[in-house]
């Protein structure tokens, strides 16, 4: 087991939108063009797309190592099977939203959820394919963390806790609710990190942004091509920089939340507690 991190709930039912496969395709050249190496795939569920296939088929080709974030629930598919057993991931990390059908369905608000995540679990094992697991632990869950734990451990998988819940992309406060109080962990003090500088995001429409916390601003990436990739750096390097009432803080060396989380905390409304070491004064001066 590892330490903890943050983590977003998707709860919602969605459909894919984005760049059709032309388009598409040239979005992959175009990030191999810039020198990218490691593509994770993601979500919400990135299977649903209905160009998951070729996409991956064609990042493969062009000797990107990939990475899928998965709720598993496609994984039993035979086409994707054999798509992954025939070109393999270098990482398959599948969320793990509870131990019984009535806390996983009940916290994805999917009947039959959990069926399907078992049903990919055994089927990924089954084909070979190594994976590990992100345990999401919520209120709705808390008290299956000993046989969320077992279920990796039946699949000899390796695995990581996620308790620490941010808001959506959106600065939707919806599922700040859901933490569980007794298995949240402090933050590490933010140092600084490479986005925007040697990684990048981008979503389903060809934005490119810093990462998927800072999306704004971003840049056309099919448009603008690998020389807008350039301003990224830019952008991260002003995106970072403490602002507003975080300005002047005295705590900065201290505090554990990057500026672009920040700013979707306040936009969430967030408790103060919830980011920022001033809910909690006297932890966070004598720590």
């Given at each position: 087991?590892e330490?903890?991190?943050e ?6 039912l ?6 059709e496969?032309?388009e ?6 175009t990030i191999r ?7 994770q ?7 649903i ?12 080709e062009?000797g ?20 992954l057993?025939?070109?393999r991931?270098s990482?398959?990390?599948i969320s793990v939203?509870?131990?019984?059908e009535?806390s996983?369905?009940?916290l994805?608000r ?7 995540f078992v ?5 990924a094992?089954e084909?070979g ?5 992100s345990l ?9 963390v ?10 000899g998988?390796?695995?990581?806790e996620?308790?620490?819940m941010?808001p959506t992309?959106y600065?939707?406060?919806?599922s700040l ?6 298995f949240l ?7 600084g990190c490479?986005?925007g ?5 981008v ?12 999306r704004?601003?971003?840049i ?5 091509g ?7 750096g830019?952008i ?7 602002q507003g ?5 005295a ?7 990057c500026m672009?989380l920040?700013?979707l905390?306040?936009?969430?409304q967030?408790?103060?507690?919830s980011?920022?070491q001033h809910?909690?004064?006297?932890r966070?001066v004598?720590q």
């Amino acid at each position: 087991m590892e330490d903890a991190a943050e983590t977003a709930i998707e709860i919602a039912l969605k459909e894919f939108e984005g760049l059709e496969w032309p388009e598409r395709e040239r979005l992959l050249e175009t990030i191999r063009d810039a020198g990218v190496l490691w593509l994770q795939l993601t979500g919400g569920e990135p299977m649903i797309d209905r160009s998951f296939a070729p996409v991956y088929a064609r990042a493969y080709e062009l000797g990107m190592m990939l990475e899928i974030l998965t709720n598993g629930s496609r994984l039993a598919a035979p086409r994707v099977l054999e798509l992954l057993t025939a070109h393999r991931p270098s990482k398959l990390s599948i969320s793990v939203y509870g131990a019984t059908e009535a806390s996983y369905d009940g916290l994805v608000r999917r009947k039959g959820a959990f069926r399907k995540f078992v049903r990919g679990l055994e089927a990924a094992s089954e084909a070979g394919l190594l994976f590990d697991l992100s345990l999401i632990i919520t209120d709705r869950n808390a008290h299956e963390v000993d046989a969320m734990r077992a279920l990796a451990e039946r699949f000899g998988a390796r695995y990581r806790e996620y308790a620490n819940m941010s808001p959506t992309i959106y600065g939707g406060g919806e599922s700040l609710p859901s933490q569980s109080p007794e298995f949240l962990t402090r933050r590490k003090p933010f140092t600084g990190c490479d986005a925007g500088h040697t990684s990048f995001h981008v979503n389903p429409f060809g934005k490119a942004s810093i990462c998927k916390i800072g999306r704004e601003p971003n840049i056309d990436l099919p448009g603008e091509g690998v020389t807008g990739l350039a301003r990224l750096g830019g952008i991260a390097d002003r995106s970072l920089l403490r602002q507003g009432g975080c300005t002047d803080c005295a705590l900065q060396d201290t505090c554990g939340t990057c500026m672009p989380l920040v700013q979707l905390y306040r936009k969430a409304q967030a408790p103060l507690a919830s980011y920022c070491q001033h809910g909690h004064p006297r932890r966070g001066v004598n720590q």
